[in-house]
Structure formats: C-alpha cells, structure tokens
C-alpha cells in the first residue's frame, strides 16, 4: 500500500487529507520529514550514510524520514531510528529543537535532538536503508561538510551543533 502522510497547508496546519508517498503533491501541500540527530556525551554525534543506489549515494546524514499519517515528529523519529538502526527510544527521550519549510520538496523538516550513549557496537543496521554509521565530533561534522561528504542540506545543524555543545557545557558548569 505505501506510506501514507497527512498533508498540511503551508502554515503547518493539517488539511484533513491524506498523501500516498511517490505521488505528486498539488500546490501548496505539505508533509513533514524529520531529521533525528542523536548527540553523545562526548559531543558526537551519530551519522548513518545513504547506500550506493540511494539519492545522494554514499553522502552522510543523521537518520532521517518522513512522519506516518497520525504521527508526532518525535513519533515518526523514534520508529525511523528504530528502522534502520535498531535504536530504540523510550517515549520521554528527544526534542523538537527547529525546523523549517522547504517549498521546494513539499515539506516541514523538523529537527529532532535525542541525547544519547549508543555502542557503536550495538547498532542493527537495517541494510536496505543504510550503508553505514560512524560518530563524528564537531570539526569532523564541519570537514565532512566542507568536503562535500554530507548532504549540504544540513549545513544549517552546524550552527545549531556549536549552541547544543555550548548549552551542555554551561549546564554543566552550573552543577
């Protein structure tokens, strides 16, 4: 049958209708995709890279998706992180923390933060959907960005990456 998302308007209201993924959207119809950064103690964070027969064939990413019809973004996030990685999170884990509306894919991205330990080790990659994953640190994210080894979509986490760190650090501080 094929996923199926809710459609929004362009103020990120839901319409009532429903979208099949792989049609065409008509004007002014939206879904939401996600991208689930998950961040360690270290300050890494966690990237998956798309399969060779993918779009953007070997670049690196965060887990990212579209949300089911009837999902939340952090719903949609934990069951992409389950999917492809075997990640399980629990219901009180992750964050929206931004997002935006993106005209020319039909979507509301929405950034979605998880803090998280995961052994490297202990990730079930789901090999249908992801050729690899590795932890990276802020000047490896930013190298592989300037290399052109991450999808430049996701220059904007950059900024958001240095505040995450920033944030964890004064909170620390504080205890």
Known sequence: ????W????SQKRKT???HKKGTPFKEGEYHIAIHAWIINDKDKILLTQRKSDDTFPGMWEPTAGSILAGETSLEGARRELEEELGIKMMQNEGKV???ARRDQYHDFFDVCLFEKNINIDDIDIEKSEVADV????KEEFEDMLEKGEVIQTLSYF??????IIKNRHEREEER
Do not use: A, R
């Open 1 to 4: 049958m094929g996923e199926l």
């Open 6 to 9: 809710d459609i929004y308007d």
């Open 16 to 18: 009532g209708k429903i």
């Open 97 to 99: 923390i931004g997002g």
């Open 134 to 137: 590795k932890w990276v640190n």
């Open 158 to 163: 950059k900024k958001l990456y240095s505040q």
